[in-house]
């Protein structure tokens, strides 16, 4: 076979006579994610993982562990690992470490892999990244869950050299997000996840603003299956679900897909769906009852004062472990603040290994925000997690070198870029958290027209 196939939460499996490339293999079952809050709603078939075990090459798009699993990734010694370019070089460092085989992709240039593959990868400045893999002259376009930030254009003028195009991309209601928010008086927040019913209107307007004519649901397959986070099922997004508002000029194919690309018939991986299993948090080692030590409070403290935007933004961080309260004084604007509640050895793993983000989109922690309207708010998700973890960049000196880099891959686009987005903050905090309203719908297509 010369062709594609999509499998698990973010697979895509590309062939020339043989297994080729496998992008971000998490292969569920035993191999939980988040600190054992998400596992993948199905079983891979095991003539599949074969073949992802057997792919000469193996890419990992970002840190998340839903793409770069750390129980999954043990079985990919034997393999030659593909990485972004991603500044900071986390994810290199770690893996030729511990003994993997790593090549670093260059930033947007084509990189040959056999005969009739061949992948042009792309990084963003929140340390994911893009992958458009052409086989024998069909164009996968893996987005994954990066979006187009930096390089619309530059993907748009890709995908008019191509007759068949495909889609790839984070879509859903918006349950792989943080979404386990709590206001001061302790009532929970309804998230956007229970008012956007239509993700294949979503997914269709992403298509069109780059010119791509089919669209593969894709990254996407998650459950959640701790006693904790089980609450937050009702915003998970059914398979069904991807054709809801779904535009009839596209082409839509159902999820793991499989693509000849040399006869162009379309087939699809029967998959089994995997049992909900509720598991407590002790399962995972936690216990909501522990207290943190003095040791963990000062970690804690020096993990979020290093970060210079985030200690210059906001006054406190308070960690509710154990039903006792823990603030980190930082020096920002008076009475702005974020309080979590949390078990303490998966905030002590986050710290320890910087890998906070992950406990966010685990969401069995609760986040209530003082004074703020989002994580979001002045990037301070982008300041811990993404700049600060996984791009080693915490003080203003290194931010800005960090950027600069950034800045020079994208080149002049960035400029056209940056008002595309600011023009969608604006949008967003007009028309507040109503993903229902008529001005956000046609606000939204506008935004992917004009993008």
């Not at 010119?211 to 649901?217: E, T």
């Not at 507040?432 to 309203?437: F, T």
Request: proline content about 4%.
């Amino acid at each position: 076979m010369i062709g594609a196939k999509t499998i698990g939460n973010a697979t895509l499996l590309a062939y020339d006579n043989q297994s080729i490339l496998a992008t971000d293999p998490w292969m569920g079952e035993e191999d939980e994610a988040y600190f054992g809050s998400w596992n993948l709603k199905h079983r891979i078939p095991e003539e599949i993982k074969n073949d992802i075990y057997s792919a000469h090459y193996i890419w990992f798009s970002h840190g998340h562990p839903d793409h770069l699993n750390p129980n999954s990734i043990g079985r990919f010694k034997s393999n030659k690992i593909l990485l972004p370019d991603h500044v900071g070089s986390r994810i290199k460092d770690g893996l030729n470490e511990n003994g993997f085989n790593v090549e670093i992709i260059p930033d947007r240039k084509w990189f040959v892999l056999s005969d009739n593959v061949k992948v042009f990868c792309i990084t963003t400045v929140i340390q994911d990244s893009i992958l458009l893999v052409d086989i024998k002259g069909h164009l996968f376009v893996n987005l994954n869950d990066s979006g187009t930030r930096g390089c619309t254009q530059l993907i748009r003028r890709m995908v008019k050299n191509y007759r068949y195009t495909y889609l790839l991309q984070l879509s859903g209601y918006g349950d792989a997000d943080m979404i386990n928010f709590y206001d001061d008086k302790g009532q929970f927040i309804e998230p956007p996840a229970a008012h956007n019913k239509s993700p294949g209107n979503g997914l269709s307007l992403s298509a069109k603003s780059l010119g791509v004519g089919n669209v593969i649901p894709f990254s996407s397959f998650h459950m959640f299956q701790r006693e904790d986070s089980v609450w937050a099922a009702k915003y998970n997004t059914p398979i069904d679900a991807y054709t809801q508002g779904f535009h009839g000029d596209l082409n839509f194919i159902q999820p793991f897909a499989i693509i000849d690309c040399v006869s162009g018939e379309i087939d699809h991986t029967p998959v089994e769906d995997m049992p909900l299993v509720i598991l407590p948090p002790e399962s995972f080692g936690d216990s909501w009852s522990d207290e943190l030590n003095k040791d963990d409070v000062k970690l804690i403290q020096d993990y979020f004062r290093r970060k210079e935007r985030v200690n210059n933004f906001i006054s406190f961080i308070n960690f509710r472990v154990g039903g006792r309260d823990n603030c980190i004084r930082l020096h920002g604007e008076k009475n702005k603040g974020i309080t979590f509640e949390v078990p303490r050895s998966s905030l002590m793993k986050s710290i320890k290994y910087e890998i906070f983000d992950d406990l966010l989109i685990a969401n069995f922690m609760k986040t209530t925000l003082h004074n703020m309207s989002s994580l979001y708010e002045k990037d301070f998700n982008f300041y811990v997690t993404k700049y600060g973890d996984n791009g080693r960049a915490e003080s203003i000196q290194e931010l800005e070198e960090y950027f600069k880099i950034y800045n020079q891959r994208i080149g002049i686009e960035r400029f056209y870029e940056k008002f595309t987005d600011n023009s969608a903050d604006i949008a967003r905090k007009f028309l507040g958290r109503n993903r229902d309203a008529t001005f956000f719908s046609v606000a939204k297509k506008i935004y992917y027209f004009i993008k």
